[in-house]
């Protein structure tokens, strides 16, 4: 079956420091990746996505690459921010299975001024 | 574009009630609709997929008959928690699939806080 493995948190860093959040996949298809940021008592919202191999994901500053040959689509930012403190979701969605996703545990940011 | 709405976001009742959370989205139709549920501090489990129109499929492990799910236009999907107990204290959350084959994407609620006593 599928599955997504994130980088365990809780992460702590300071304002404007550099981000990197791991993620790997197993897929039996060509699924679509995602990244989803959850604030306190929130639902998930889209960060970014990619659909294919190469593709890059971008928003707000954060980026992701969909590597098929790493199965890989690791979150980065270059200066991250107080207010991007969340619990950020790697995401695969299965579109051979009616879009059903499957997510990493989550890991959690806690960015310091 | 692309909303989506749960009412309530936040709800408390006494064991052995039951409880109806709605899911709708509010600029699209969706004829496929997702329900998960996540505990404090962990991941999303998809619990179903709401079918507008068809019976909802459920995940392996969940009841069908304590959650229930209609999902009666393409803008609605409602899950009933029957019988509530503690242990179905949660964060539900909804999404709705927007898309074709190609390239889905779900769009997600901000959630509904049912806390059973």
């Known amino acids: 079956g599928n599955s997504v493995t994130q980088m365990e948190g809780p992460v702590t860093l300071s304002e404007e420091a550099f981000l990197t959040i791991n993620c790997t996949y197993t897929a039996t298809g060509y699924p679509s990746l995602f990244w989803y940021v959850q604030y306190p008592g929130e639902g998930l919202q889209l960060l970014l996505k990619a659909t294919k191999a190469d593709d890059k994901g971008s928003n707000k500053g954060f980026e992701a690459t969909y590597r098929k040959e790493t199965t890989s689509f690791h979150l980065e930012k270059g200066s991250v921010q107080v207010s991007d403190s969340a619990v950020y979701f790697c995401?695969?969605?299965?579109?051979?299975?009616?879009?059903?996703?499957?997510f990493g545990d989550g890991t959690t940011l806690t960015v310091k001024p | 574009g692309a909303v989506v709405s749960q009412h309530p976001s936040r709800v408390i009742c006494k064991s052995g009630t039951s409880v109806k959370i709605e899911c709708r989205s509010l600029?699209?139709?969706?004829?496929?609709m997702f329900w998960y549920r996540q505990f404090p501090k962990q991941s999303l489990m998809l619990m179903a997929t709401s079918n507008e129109g068809s019976k909802a499929t459920y995940e392996q492990g969940v009841e069908k008959d304590k959650f229930l799910i209609n999902h009666a236009s393409l803008t609605l999907s409602t899950l009933t928690v029957t019988s509530a107990h503690p242990e179905d204290s949660s964060f539900y959350i909804c999404?709705?699939?927007?898309?074709?084959?190609?390239?889905?994407?779900?769009?997600f609620g901000p959630g509904t806080r049912l806390t059973v006593t």
């Open positions: 995401a695969l969605s299965d579109q051979a299975n009616a879009g059903k996703s499957t």
């Open positions: 600029d699209f139709q969706a004829t496929t």
């Open positions: 999404s709705a699939r927007l898309g074709t084959a190609a390239s889905y994407e779900q769009y």
